[in-house]
């Protein structure tokens, strides 16, 4: 019997606590050159329009993460030598999934990833999801700011 990839509240917990979460943002575009976009269910960005994405397991290659994440948020399983990495990003919260307390810090490798195929996209995370522009995420109040710094050329650890 193999042990469960997720841990308990109290451990999770401490952990948001004391140490950054390690994950992968997905910048999702179509053939039209627009970017998916989904509104987050939970804390922490709550309400606010996000990119796909999510934190990298223990023992879990980026490999690995990347067709598991796909899969869990497109519907889709994507290899990540079809995707480009566009950088290192610091996304820091004032709150976390358990509500105000703790704050929650992540570090996360954006790529990013074209589609042609259609998306069966999954409700878990987020209940609604929008293709926009650049132009468009960039000017508006409900996109997150840590997603719109996927697109300024000054966030980030570009490599």
Do not use: C
């Not at 290659?61 to 948020?73: D, M, P």
Request: hydrophobic fraction near 40%; aromatic fraction near 14%; proline fraction near 4%.
């Amino acid at each position: 019997m193999s042990a469960s990839p997720w841990l308990d509240n109290a451990t999770f917990r401490g952990i948001v606590d004391t140490t950054p979460l390690v994950s992968i943002d997905l910048v999702v575009r179509n053939m039209h050159n627009q970017i998916l976009l989904g509104k987050r269910l939970n804390r922490p960005a709550e309400g606010f329009w996000f990119v796909p994405g999510g934190r990298i397991r223990k023992n879990e290659s980026l490999a690995a993460a990347f067709e598991r994440l796909t899969k869990n948020e497109l519907g889709t399983v994507f290899s990540a030598s079809r995707a480009r990495y566009i950088g290192l990003f610091e996304h820091f919260y004032n709150d976390s999934v358990f509500g105000e307390q703790p704050d929650t810090h992540y570090v996360v490798n954006g790529f990013e990833l074209m589609v042609s195929e259609p998306l069966i996209l999954p409700k878990e995370q987020h209940n609604e999801y929008q293709w926009l522009y650049e132009d468009e995420l960039l000017g508006s109040d409900s996109v997150h700011l840590h997603s719109k710094w996927y697109f300024q050329q000054d966030k980030g650890f570009r490599i």
